[in-house]
Nanobody, 125 residues
């Protein structure tokens, strides 16, 4: 059974940090790219970062570059999203998702094969 479990969200003040984790099972982790998405109320789901697990290539959208860092621990089948300098506009439900490695760097939600449940991130001003 394929599972992606996202956790680590919470409430933090602006300027603070959180680390999200996405633990994966049931598929060959090394053959996939793992993306992080977020969705705020009334807004579309937005892809913000991804990592191609096999070669470690990382992608970020402009609004999180320099603040967020994606990484993977292949021994643990886990991808992390370190979020620093958080802003109120970062508040959203955050999801991780898996797509075959050839699509690494893309953010079209429909292209992703597997999704985890969301974890809420709330940044207070």
């Amino acid at each position: 059974e394929v599972q992606l479990q996202a956790y680590g969200g919470g409430l933090v003040q602006a300027g603070g940090s959180l680390r999200l984790s996405c633990t994966c099972s049931g598929f060959n982790f090394d053959d996939y790219a793992i993306g992080w998405f977020r969705q705020a109320p009334g807004k579309e789901r937005e892809g913000i970062s991804s990592i191609t697990v096999g070669d470690g290539t990382k992608y970020y959208i402009d609004s999180v570059k320099g603040r967020f860092t994606i990484s993977s621990d292949n021994a643990k089948n886990t991808v992390y999203l370190q979020m620093n300098k958080l802003r109120p506009e970062d508040s959203a439900v955050y999801y991780c998702a898996a797509v075959t490695a050839e699509y690494g760097g893309g953010y079209t939600p429909g292209a992703y094969d597997y999704w985890g449940q969301g974890t809420q991130v709330t940044v207070s001003s």
